[in-house]
């Protein structure tokens, strides 16, 4: 091989390799300590929850799609200020993210693991004043509030919702006797990183975007509520996971795997029928046929996927559609 | 003994027109030339020797084995094509090293054959040079030397001498000679008599397709004394050499073209000896092109046909 | 008479065509090469395809009066009729166009050509000519065809009165449609020596220019760009010779120049490259 | 597929197929690389690193020129859609593809390579993997430039990277199937490039526009079905062509890809290997 031959291949080489180690360092200083940090919060969750979700909160409140949702929906901003008046947690500021475990099968229990930096004397101050009792578990301090019956039309429940503070910088939400077994599995480890399964989709898609969604759904479908139609449609599915990057835009991607191929296959078709139905009845308004055309299904053998986009100027629409909601003046009519 | 080259009933057509007809022939070892006017069929011929075309009835084998769709064959064969293509962007050296790679030698070997090759035809000095800055006279030994780099037993030289100066002639015709005597066999095709002459008495006549003689070139060559022969000199000072030529025995006419002499001769021996001098001496300026148009030759063929 | 015919050469004493006339032997010459193959001359035939589909709807509507809501006949049918006669003018620029010059370069023919009382306009011009000839094969003489048809199946000029500028716009869409393509050919084509290297640069410049437009058109969200591709230049171009709205946003003045940069350049590169002995009368 | 058979006397071995591809591979890598056709390729893979150059020039100068909701990453998804896989990939493919063994043809030089002792299908192999290399070396960094350039817009390298894996893999891919498509129609047919071009802007056009299993006859089925980008959906007709096509799965892609390179190359050694090149003087 001539040396001008080579290198002009070394130097092609040079580029794609430079490329390609950019990409991977940003990829891991990017993904990897978040991932190392949900691991933690993972510890608390039980490995039999039907679903687990999480949401980087400072990113989503940070991205320049919620302050236009802000801006767009200024009633949220109410409950935001009850809270931070009564435990002193500012949402915006003070949560860092979020890991969410939910019992699907018909109990109504789930707990929510905070992180972030939280006035432990105002919280116990708000919650004994909600008539709350303190109670140490496993080693952790919890507050456990009075318990009151919920009832979902088919059975009722006794719900005592607690606050359990789980170490540094570690909150957890939820029913008194879920979050004394979130201490127990921390310790026992059967906490969900002992089911490889649901872990194999975790870490699929936690790096992927500011929040994440992953499911048993045969577990999630006993529901007590769900219609008949939405079980019979989900029957096929086995698991599903979805995650989204919230930035200027929410882009996200929806995965589900079906328990066969067949399965797969049907669930895609009706995933195609729906997209392209969606797009042809879309109407003319470009912002929601940008939003349409950034639907596309694929998938292959038992996974379905369904990727997406909420541009901003959706939300310029949605605005608007509120807007002239809100307002009846003579053009609310058309 | 095999022969080295061994045609039974050879046919070739390209569509209607008839490129081979019916040839029978065998080539012993030692230098043998193949003569014949343009179109003949003399490239034909050897694009059948080289496995290049397959014949379309006959067969043709080569030290007894079928040349067509047979590379191993191409370890005993070094080809010399007639047309003046090349890598141009590449030197000499790369070039014949290339190729000589292709021919099975690891890096180093292939270096060295390529080098020695390289010295065989005199080409040392411009081996580095690109081949796109060659004269005609260096490509045509180029080509000679991608043909010898493996050493081969059998060489097939397709009008290894067109376009060369006097002086590159003398050379090649000496190295050809030279091949032959250290045991080499040689297929050697020209439209030139002479030419063929002083490389071997051995010929293969060759005309519209058809083998017409073979043998001893002593015949065939006082049938072309009695025609005149007909030799086109590009040269830097051409009425120069027409008054050296003026007053030379044998010389029947003299024509002037731009920059060329046109000259009829009927001692042809005499002529080119007289003009190898002349260039060698650089009397009359360098010599940029020597060609013979095959009337004459055409004139011999015709008298064959006939008689 | 003497048994011996006199053997020398004689010089030709005919008339001789005038100079400014020989692009005609080099038009004809080279459509005699053009035509002379069967590749072309099936492409040429499938071009007509698209005219006897639409010779069908006029036919039907024509026909079946209610047939006019699903495919009535109007100016767009003529002028949706020319932009998909581009495909084939496409295939017929590329196969028919790639070696006109390009290949009498090859073959050193140029300088030889041009030796002769043949001026270097005159060669250009045949050149030119017989890929237009073939152009106008795939585009104006289907559409005029199909106007024809219009007209003859319709028993009126009903068509012809309530959009009286149709003919003048589809002989000036069509004309558009052969000139600048075979302009850009001929010009690319004095450029190489190897016809395949033409064909691509000519694919090239297209395609490139029209995945150009795609990416910026929807990176900015905007058909403004359409300029950017040499296609939908002619696309918006057609739109205005037809008094339709158009399907882009850019302006077409705009279009219209940039096609007549094109021209310009076109006539630039061959004015430099096809370069030989002139003849002057 | 022949074998050189050792002769008595004959040189080395070691001049099976895949050590004489590899000797062939080597003879023609830097012959290729250094031919104008380099420029061509180089101009088609610089042209998306080109619009990233100016849309980030415009963009530090703060010009309004995305669209609201268009951020880096899509603009890199619609160029490797626009420019890479529709474009590129295969019209840099017909362009060497074709010309593989055409070129030594066209040039006369085929003489040295087919009297050599090796295979014929070498020669094709040989050459192929030389174009594989050419091409993927120019055209991969282009991509990743662009990425390097596009993907920060709005975007994050790290959100984006595993799909430029994917992009990778890709290119290489298509490369590699369309290149073996193209070394097969270039040892076919006579012109190469025509059916080249039909195919790519033609036929895969057509299939992939038609409901039923036509589309499996194109590369690009397969091809744009590893396509981690969303596919830019111009027109309704688009959309319901992916509504009824869908997505191939990745196994299907594989074994589709790889059929084509597979056949392709087995068609491409076996008509060279029983070819007669005649060349012309």
């Not at chain 3, 302009?183 to 290297?197: G, H, K, N």
Request: overall charge neutral; proline content about 5%; hydrophobic content about 50%.
């Amino acid at each position: 091989m001539a040396p001008n031959t080579r290198r002009f291949l070394f130097g092609s080489a040079l580029v794609v390799a430079a490329g390609l180690c950019t990409g991977l360092v940003a990829y891991y200083s990017g993904v990897l300590p978040s991932r190392q940090v949900v691991r933690g919060e993972l510890a608390f969750i039980p490995a039999d929850v039907a679903a687990v979700a999480y949401a980087d909160v400072r990113q989503i409140m940070d991205s320049e799609f919620r302050q236009r949702l802000r801006s767009a929906l200024p009633a949220a901003g109410s409950e935001k200020d009850r809270m931070l008046e009564a435990t002193g947690i500012d949402i915006e500021r003070d949560i860092d993210a979020v890991v969410a475990g939910l019992q699907g099968d018909g109990t109504p229990g789930g707990i929510a693991i905070l992180r972030g930096r939280f006035d432990r004397s105002r919280i116990e101050a708000a919650a004994l004043q909600h008539g709350a009792v303190e109670e140490q578990y496993g080693g952790y301090a919890m507050l456990v509030g009075r318990p009151h019956t919920f009832d979902d039309g088919t059975s009722s429940h006794r719900l005592a919702p607690s606050v359990a503070f789980l170490g540094d910088g570690l909150l957890g939400l939820g029913d008194a006797d879920e979050l004394r077994r979130a201490i127990d599995v921390s310790v026992s480890g059967e906490s969900l990183s002992a089911a490889p399964d649901m872990m194999r989709l975790i870490d699929d898609v936690s790096g992927t975007g500011d929040a994440w969604f992953v499911a048993r759904v045969a577990r999630m479908t006993r529901q007590p509520g769900l219609p008949e139609q939405v079980q019979n449609q989900l029957a096929g599915v086995e698991w599903l996971a979805a995650s989204a990057n919230i930035d200027r835009s929410v882009r996200g991607r929806v995965r589900a795997e079906a328990r066969d191929d067949r399965s797969a296959e049907d669930l895609r078709a009706v995933v195609n029928g729906a997209v392209a139905a969606a797009r042809l009845f879309a109407g003319q308004d470009q912002r929601v046929t940008a939003a349409l055309n950034s639907l596309q299904a694929s998938g292959s053998g038992r996974q379905v996927e369904l990727a997406f986009e909420l541009p901003p100027s959706l939300l310029e629409l949605l605005e608007a559609r509120a807007a002239a909601a809100m307002s009846p003046g003579p053009a609310a009519g058309h | 003994m095999t022969p080295v080259i061994s045609a039974a009933h050879v046919s070739k057509w390209y569509g209607q027109v008839i490129g081979l007809n019916d040839v029978s022939v065998t080539v012993q070892p030692g230098i043998t030339g193949l003569l014949g006017p343009n179109g003949a069929g003399k490239s034909t011929f050897m694009k059948l020797v080289t496995g290049q075309l397959q014949p379309d009835k006959g067969s043709l084998r080569i030290f007894g084995e079928p040349v067509w769709r047979n590379p191993g064959i191409y370890h005993r064969i070094g080809f010399c094509p007639e047309q003046d293509a090349f890598y141009e962007r590449m030197t000499g050296r790369e070039w014949v090293t290339a190729l000589a790679r292709l021919g099975g030698m690891d890096e180093r070997r292939a270096r060295d054959a390529a080098a020695e090759a390289i010295a065989r035809v005199d080409l040392e000095e411009v081996a580095d040079r690109r081949i796109g800055g060659y004269s005609k006279g260096m490509r045509q030994r180029i080509k000679l030397a991608q043909a010898i780099v493996h050493d081969p037993e059998l060489l097939i030289l397709d009008e290894p001498l067109s376009g060369m100066d006097p002086l590159g002639r003398r050379r090649a015709i000496r190295m050809i000679r030279e091949w032959g005597r250290q045991g080499r066999s040689i297929l050697v095709s020209s439209h030139i008599l002479h030419e063929i002459e002083s490389m071997t008495a051995n010929v293969l006549l060759i005309s519209s397709g058809r083998i017409l003689a073979e043998g001893d070139v002593h015949r065939i060559r006082d049938l072309i004394d009695e025609h005149p022969h007909t030799v086109y000199i590009r040269a830097a000072d051409p009425r120069g050499l027409g008054r050296e030529f003026l007053a030379h025995p044998g010389v029947i006419s003299l024509r002037f073209e731009p920059n060329a002499l046109v000259v009829e001769t009927a001692a042809p021996d005499a002529f080119y000896e007289r003009l190898t001098e002349l260039a060698a001496s650089g009397a009359c300026g360098p010599i940029e092109e020597l060609t013979s148009p095959d009337d004459n030759l055409q004139a011999v063929f015709k008298y064959l046909v006939r008689s | 008479m003497s048994l011996v015919h006199d053997q020398s050469y004689r010089r030709y004493t005919g008339a001789r065509r005038p100079i400014g006339r020989a692009w005609i032997v080099i038009l004809r010459t080279t459509l005699g090469a053009l035509f002379a193959r069967r590749p072309l001359i099936g492409l040429l035939l499938l071009s007509w395809v698209p005219f006897l589909v639409r010779t069908v709807q006029i036919y039907v509507v024509e026909s079946y009066p209610q047939a006019v809501e699903v495919l009535a006949v109007s100016p767009r049918t003529f002028r949706d009729f020319i932009d998909f006669q581009g495909l084939f003018a496409f295939f017929v620029t590329i196969y028919a166009g790639s070696g006109l010059i390009a290949g009498d370069r090859r073959v050193n023919a140029l300088q030889i050509y041009l030796s002769k009382p043949l001026l270097r306009t005159e060669y250009i011009a045949g050149k030119l000519g017989a890929l237009m000839v073939c152009l106008a094969l795939v585009t104006l003489v289907p559409a005029v065809m199909l106007l024809i048809m219009q007209v003859l199946m319709a028993g009126n000029l009903a068509l012809h009165r309530a959009a009286p500028g149709l003919l003048p716009a589809v002989l000036l869409a069509s004309m558009l449609r052969i000139v600048v393509p075979a302009m850009v050919m001929v010009a690319l084509s004095s450029l190489s020596t190897s016809s395949r290297y033409v064909a691509v640069m000519y694919a090239g410049l297209l395609f490139v220019s029209e995945a150009l437009y795609g990416v910026v058109a929807r990176a900015t969200g905007s058909t403004r760009v359409a300029w950017l591709s040499l296609p939908r230049n002619l696309d918006v171009v057609t739109d205005a010779i037809f008094r339709l709205p158009s399907q882009h946003d850019a302006p077409v003045v705009l279009s219209a120049l940039v096609l007549i940069a094109f021209v310009v350049a076109s006539i630039v590169v061959l004015e430099r490259r096809v370069r030989g002995v002139e003849v002057v009368a | 597929m022949e074998q050189a058979t050792p002769r008595p006397g004959a040189g080395p071995a070691g001049t099976g197929v895949l050590a004489a591809s590899m000797r062939v591979f080597d003879l023609s890598l830097g012959r290729m690389l250094w031919s104008r056709r380099t420029i061509f390729t180089a101009l088609v893979a610089g042209l998306p690193v080109v619009v990233a150059l100016v849309l980030r020039t415009l963009l530090a100068f703060e010009v309004p020129v995305m669209q609201g909701g268009v951020t880096g990453p899509v603009v890199f998804g619609l160029m490797f859609w626009g420019f890479v896989v529709r474009f590129a990939i295969p019209v840099l493919a017909v362009f060497y593809g074709t010309a593989l063994i055409a070129d030594e043809v066209e040039d006369r030089t085929i003489t040295y390579l087919f009297t050599r002792p090796i295979p014929r299908a070498s020669v094709v192999l040989g050459k192929y993997l030389a174009y594989l290399v050419c091409a993927t070396s120019v055209l991969l960094p282009a991509v990743v430039l662009t990425w390097l350039l596009l993907a920060p817009i709005d975007g994050a390298l790290a959100a984006s990277f595993p799909d430029l894996g994917v992009d990778l893999v890709i290119v290489v891919v298509g490369f590699v199937a369309y290149g073996a498509l193209f070394a097969a129609v270039g040892t076919i047919f006579d012109r190469p490039l025509l059916f080249g071009l039909l195919f790519v802007f033609g036929w895969e056009n057509l299939a992939l526009a038609l409901p039923g299993q036509l589309r499996r006859a194109s590369v690009a089925h397969y091809l744009q079905g590893l396509v981690p980008h969303a596919m830019p959906a111009d027109t309704p007709l688009d959309v319901l062509q992916r509504a009824m096509t869908g997505a191939p799965g990745v196994l299907e892609c594989a074994l589709g890809l790889g059929l084509v390179t597979v056949v392709g190359l087995l068609i491409a050694a076996r008509v060279v290997s029983n070819r007669e090149y005649v060349l012309e003087h």
